[in-house]
């Protein structure tokens, strides 16, 4: 258990509202990330923070937004939900100062209507 | 952006076959990791592997980092029903400090009793 949790678990919205998804870790790491995961497509990154303030793109940002205000959290943002965005959002942490070993979360059920 | 290529898609083996998958990539990576998902869940790690040429072991489960670094295999021996799931392998390059992963798009493993 790397201790991350991603809240909520479920969500249903409307196109056009905001959404914010949630993940929150316990140990301190520096880097968190930000998946999609569709049928086809596998895990595709969407943005990733390296430190508090710290973050940057990934394959899939286009549509969403990061913030980082303290280590613990890091906040996705969907300003303006589309149906394309339906999808299960997952959050993964680096741990250690060596490996690329990624931690991911339960995972957040979003869908768009 | 980056690909790999995860053989096969999906398999269907009876309880107690062996079981191998793999994972082909065009660019080079210095790490390579398999990854175990189970219905509802997030990814959970299995193996790690660092070295080209690499054979790691993890109880009935046995990954091998390619000489070429270019691919990866994964071996399960003995299948049993808790092995279903989609297995992802990902490849990492600790470039520049992003410790990005790129994900293969899964190998569905069913078992039959």
């Known amino acids: 258990d790397a201790g991350i949790t991603q809240s909520p678990r479920h969500k249903v919205t409307e196109t056009g509202t905001p959404v914010t998804l949630r993940c929150h870790q316990t140990e301190n790491h520096r880097y968190m990330y930000w998946y999609r995961q569709d049928p086809g497509h596998g895990l595709r990154l969407i943005h990733y923070?390296?430190?508090?303030?710290?973050?940057d793109k990934g394959e899939v940002s286009d549509g969403y937004s990061v913030s980082r205000s303290k280590t613990e959290d890091f906040l996705l943002t969907l300003e303006s939900a589309t149906s394309s965005q339906t999808s299960v959002y997952f959050c993964a942490i680096r741990t250690g100062e060596a490996g690329n070993e990624q931690f991911f979360g339960p995972g957040t059920r979003l869908t768009v209507l | 952006g980056q690909q790999l290529n995860q053989s096969p898609q999906s398999m269907f083996i009876q309880e107690g076959e062996d079981v191998s998958m793999n994972c082909t990539s065009s660019s080079i990576f210095n790490t390579w990791l398999w990854y175990k998902q189970d219905p509802g869940e997030g990814p959970v790690l299995l193996i790690a592997l660092y070295k080209a040429g690499e054979l790691t072991s993890n109880g009935r489960l046995t990954a091998q980092f390619g000489i070429t670094r270019k691919d990866s295999f994964l071996n399960i021996s003995a299948s049993i029903p808790s092995d279903v799931g989609i297995y992802f392998c990902?490849?990492?390059?600790?470039?520049?400090?992003?410790?990005?992963?790129?994900f293969g798009k899964g190998t569905k493993l069913s078992v039959i009793p």
């Open positions: 990902a490849g990492g390059y600790s470039g520049a400090g992003s410790y990005q992963l790129t």
């Open positions: 923070s390296y430190g508090v303030k710290d973050t």
